[in-house]
């Protein structure tokens, strides 16, 4: 197709358009690099300690030395990451791509069904999880290919004695850490350890090689990795960092990563391209406890920050929030779901700093388009596609249509991933031979390139910036003896923009809806689970009996 490029008139001054994705071969090359610029320079801090370029530096070297030398894992094999925003995370990561390793991202908010599937399909053969998890790895572990288990706790790299006392409380106050027993686990600091007293190898980084299993839903409800390359994450980390960079000061910049690292949003926009400028990643573990994230920012001159609609909302709405010092903030990135215009302008109206949306997906390493850094006001557009990105707007016919026509939005550029892994089906399904990546959502582009997604093609549910696939729920609350059919949708909600309902036809006429809520809780993680529960006699379906789940939206909006 003949692609007309319009938003490339509306690219901001001293935004390139283009990228060289080969300027740097690998992840660990661009982090080599702000190891040498930033070493004294603080890289992460988590409850009260910061930790330096340096430190980055010694330990994932530490723990890529023990993953090849003591596990003796070899160039590909893959290693799941269980924890939540701590500063055992971006450790890990790297050390992990240093031995020339693929990182799993899991959730650890996984039930045991999930987290078996996803060990079981990626072929990890080890995995570091916090203590609050364990007891979830222990449930899955002997149906698995895991061969090592590293445990570590919240507070063990922590100064002592503050350390001991996170983990004290967390466990016996708290009681966030159930018992677990895995034979023959390594805690992480005794990996470290273990680490140092082996010299790490020279190990041969090539572009193509897989840095991440990134998991996402399918819409056949199997959740699938899309492996996403070395060269993909250093694209999209270029395209970024020469986006926001305009708006950005090199070693000087201050982050708070609320969001999970070991979502795509926040990898790649706070973790990577943030140490590509030489920032200072402030890790929140928690966020959903709104007055101690609003406490913790009163202490952190931020000069930027990243979040969905309902993480800015519930800002916005925690006393205190609104006196904050905003002096230094220079950069509001939201994704991950749609931003609504009123969190938008009031966001502003508080901070002083306007909230720029973006948009990408998973499979996109996420970002596809940005909205330029400039911007005065929220324009309700998900921004223009990025550096060495192409964009267009497919019709039912698979031809690009005209500026103002709503169609599929289809997206090509050196940061779409290298495939599924392990389902070359599904990917030709999504990237066409061309090269163009088909959304699933669709949207319109205006006459100056500007993108505007106004719906999905899919039957996806958004809950907080996290996909929900009705198949998956459907396969889930099915598997109960009182259930005849059920139809999973996504339904309008205040506080995560959607929320899962499900509709159930009984077999068994005592079936209440706390049994479906109990079986839901055990099978599926929090954000999956369905708010609401409705018991009809019949399902709408169409003259070939599909469950019409188009009419239950339509109605639950009506």
Known sequence: MVLERPWLASYPAGVPQQIDPGEY????????????????????????????????????RQFAAYLLGELKLRKGDRVAIMMPNCLQYPIATFGVLRAGLTVVNTNPMYTARELKHQ????????????????????????????????????GDLLPFPKGAIVNFVLKHVKKMVPDYDIRGAIRFRDALAAGERHAL????????????????????????????????????????????GTNARMGEEVIITALPLYHIFALTANCLVFMKFGGHNHLITNPRDMPGFVKELS??????????NTLFNG????????????????????????????????????????LVEAYGLTETSPAACINPMDLEEYNGSIGLPVPSTDACILGEDGRPLPAGEIGELCIRGPQVMKGYWQHPEETARIIDADGWLHTGDMARMDEKGFF????????????????????????????????????????????????????????????????????????????????????????PKSNVGKILRRELREEAVA
């Open 119 to 154: 060990l079981v399909d990626s072929g990890a053969s080890a995995i570091l999880v916090l203590d609050n998890f364990g007891r979830t790895v222990q449930e899955v572990l002997a149906d698995t290919q895991v061969t090592q288990v590293i445990t570590t706790g919240l």
């Open 452 to 539: 505007y997604v106004v719906d999905r093609k899919k039957d996806m549910i958004l809950v907080s910036g996290f996909n929900v696939y009705p198949n998956e729920v459907e396969d889930v609350v099915a598997m109960m003896p009182g259930v005849l059919e059920v139809a999973a949708v996504g339904v309008p909600d205040e506080k995560s923009g959607e929320a899962v309902k499900v509709v159930i036809v009984k077999k068994d006429p005592a079936l209440t809806e706390e049994q479906v809520r109990a079986h839901a809780r055990e099978n599926l993680t929090g954000y999956k689970q369905p708010k609401y529960v409705e018991f009809r006699s019949e399902l």
């Open 201 to 244: 190898p020279s190990v041969d980084i090539a572009p193509d090689d897989i840095a991440f299993l990134q998991y996402t839903g399918g819409t056949t409800g199997v959740s699938k990795g899309a492996m996403l390359t070395h060269r993909n994450l250093v694209a999209n980390m270029q395209q970024a960092s020469t986006w926001i």
């Open 315 to 354: 800002l916005l709405n925690t006393p205190g929030f609104d006196k904050l010092d905003f002096s230094h903030l220079s950069l509001s990135l939201g994704g991950g779901t749609a931003v609504q215009r009123s969190v938008a302008e009031r966001w502003k109206q508080v901070t002083g700093c306007t």
């Open 299 to 308: 202490k952190v001159p931020f000069t930027a920050i990243t979040g969905v």
């Open 25 to 60: 071969p690998s992840i660990i090359s661009v982090l080599q690099s702000s190891l040498e610029k930033y070493r004294d320079r603080p890289a992460f801090s988590h409850m009260g300690r910061s930790i330096t370029y340096a430190q980055v530096d010694a330990y994932s």
